[in-house]
């Protein structure tokens, strides 16, 4: 076989491995967090039997084990269960919530990782000169400063100042591509600012790094430009790393924009979170945290494999 | 008169330098050097590293590496005073008039790119060739170096290649846009001597049939004694001495070039083996965990207390790994080890304290062997500590011993292995191993890294060395020349056994067997036209089998 193929496959069975446990450590982690579901929702007046009977109904007298293999069983058919506040299907409420969540990613993702790494790729031109300077100082001062922060000082000037965007990022299904791109304008630029830096310097890194390599000065002695060199001799030997990092940026897209969707009310999957956590509502905030689990694991996945894919020794074998 | 291809008038560079502790200072590397070269000839530049010769190298295509700075005098390409000129020009240069083969093409290969692309590059990015053109170019290149395949080759990515091959390659590269002339820095150095024969003859036919001129730098006066026209001899930076290369080979002017003509001449007279072996390999097979293949079979060896075996060949041969086997590295698979009078565990974990301590290593890279936040004090009292139990004034005074020994003397204790020359730092790593009063030092390669002259200084060191101390080496080394000066018996080593062994008088006489004819056939001679023999003979042979 392939070596490629057989290190892709044992990636790809690894990262099974490890979702697996991430969901061990979820339904541990809910299982032990205090407080009684059945009390939460029959409220501080129910009787005891009441009470009795819902932890029945719900299940919350089985020992763990049972009650995780019958959830796992359940989220393997597709099912994760229904949310014990509102009774309601828990993968429908969520699949709208994770689009929305995921095109407010796929714009900011769009827009930050070619912008960062071609600033990268210009600090690196322009190493210890102004444009680098300029171009790490700005950077820098905008994962400084927290997200929420970034996201007012945005909303006065560009939607209350100029008027050119909507401050809450509501969306529907009736608007067209473009309206909804206008309403989550803000949002994006935000989250863009917040990844910048750190793409744009390990790309600076990892291509700085390739500069000292011996066939670096090689392409120079034939007499190429500086920005071709970096461009098509030190880039392609850069890629590993640099994946690493923005793959892990994109995670954070997904995953970490609870602050971003709570400030612009943005109907994402961190506000559902946070709704259901604050409810107790334990199969939601499962539910939620196995989706979070497998988008980390699964970017990380592609970084390693467009890794091992990047390596000419490993893609073209003795 | 017509102008010559290349004119270096005074030419002076220096460099940033950063001493641990200091302040960064300029300081000058190259003092004003001049000489010329006409289309079409091949000026060798030599010297020991620190010289200068890679950066005046360089400075015929205006470069200067890393820190270095081209500060004064004048370099004319072509008719053109090429360090005034701009950037844009200065890279119209290279890669185009002027290109550029370094030592290592391992190195200078990008991994990520196939052969062809890299070598047609700046033929193609220079707009000397068609894409198409170049490829033919680099094609008919290929097949004169003598690649195999070489309609395919290109296709090819550098790791996919052996190390010959791709020297070949990257010479191809230097020559693909037709330059006018080529820097070649050092292009068989890395090479084993079976391979670099080949590669510098293919070198050698290639400039003669295109008719380029070449700069040729290397250390090793007998390499390029065979391709050169006219030598240079540079010392720290400055011109010691220049003729033809007949003048410089036969007749040298400067003591310095004598010296350099004269290296390793250094005799030394076999003793006799003794009745009892210090050491004693016997049936030993080893491999690497998770392999399928012995890198060692079946090896028989011992060496005599006092006397040394060398053990020689070319990288892959194995010669390490039996070092890693006698030291317990790499416990054996079959056979066994005796030392003194009894047998040797196989794991190092396993070995008692005074097994240890009779039984030291000294390494190739005195530098990645020494803890560079430790002085050499430090460094040479450990074992002192460690197995006599040597503290304050006691210590101190052996130490001093010990560098009086290695003929470093006062005021090294307290330096830094950052502040001592290659040679100096290979001499602290003798006496840090002799400090253990060992009865064997296992020496691996450890004049391989040094400039010639050095590593004479160091052979004789440990000759001298063997003699008061009376400790057995077994040397390991990839070059003949070491071997007849350091010897008692010697180990020739092919693909993982030993093929030929006996007292050093022996082994080194006919008949000889075919891996160590050709082995020894194949280490330059300081003489003109010793290339031209070498491969006439080979083809006789070939022809008469």
Known sequence: MHPVIKLVAQRLALGLLLLLAASVLIFAGTTMLPGDVAQQILGQGATPTALANLRAELGLNDPPVTRYFNWLGGVLQGDLGTALTNGRDIAESIGGRLKNTMFLAFWAAIISIPLAIFLGLLAVRYKDKWPDKLISAVTLTTISIPEFMIGYILVYWLAIKFRWFPSVAIMNDSMSLLEKLNAIAIPVIVLTLVVLAHMMRMTRAAILNVMQSAYIETAELKGLRMLKIIRTHAFPNAVAP?????????????????????VFAYPGMGQYLV???????????????????????????????VSIVSNPRLRHPK | MTEPLLKVRG?????????PGEKSREIEIVHGVDFDLEAGKVLGLIGESGAGKS?????????????????????????RDVLKSPLRDKRRLRGAEVTYVSQSAAASFNPAKRIMEQVTEAAISQGKFSKQDAEARAVALFEKLGLPDPET??????????GGQLQRCMTALALCPEPDLVVFDEPTTALDVTTQIDVLKAIKDAIRDTGVAALYITHDLAVVAQVSDHIMVLQQGSMVEYGTADQIINNPQEEYTQALVSVRSIKHIEKEPTDTPVLKVENVTARYAGTNFDVLKNINVEIHPGQTLAVVGESGSGKSTLARVITGLLPPSEGQITFDDHVLTSGLSTRPKEDLRQLQMIYQMADTAMNPRQTV????????ELYFGLKGKEKQKRIQELLDEIELGDGFQDRYPAELSGGQKQRVCIARALAAKPKLIICD??????????ADGILKLLLKLQKVEDVAYLFITHDLATVKAIADSIAVMFQGEVVRYGPKSQVLAPPFDDYTDLLLSSVPEMRLGWLEEVIAHRKMESAGN
Not at chain 1, 247 to 254: E, F, G, H, P, S
Not at chain 1, 277 to 298: E, H, N, T
Not at chain 2, 11 to 19: D, F, S
């Open chain 2, 445 to 454: 390669e450890v004049t391989s890294a040094l400039d010639p002259l050095v």
């Open chain 1, 242 to 262: 640099i994946v690493n990092v923005v793959m892990l940026n994109m995670a954070y897209l997904v995953v970490g924009v609870v602050v971003v969707e709570v």
């Open chain 2, 55 to 79: 950066t005046i190298g360089l400075a015929a295509m205006a470069y200067g590496r890393g820190g270095v700075e081209l500060t004064g005098g004048e370099v004319w390409v072509n008719g």
């Open chain 2, 377 to 384: 004090g430090t460094i040479i009292g450990r074992p002192l």
């Open chain 2, 153 to 162: 080759i290109g296709t090819r990515y550098p790791h996919q290649v052996s």
């Open chain 2, 11 to 19: 030419l002076k560079i220096g460099a940033t330098i950063y001493p």
């Open chain 1, 275 to 305: 709704d259901h956590v604050s409810k107790r509502d334990v199969p939601v905030v499962q539910a939620c945290g196995l989706i979070f689990a497998a988008v980390y694991i699964g970017l990380n996945l592609i970084a390693d494999i």
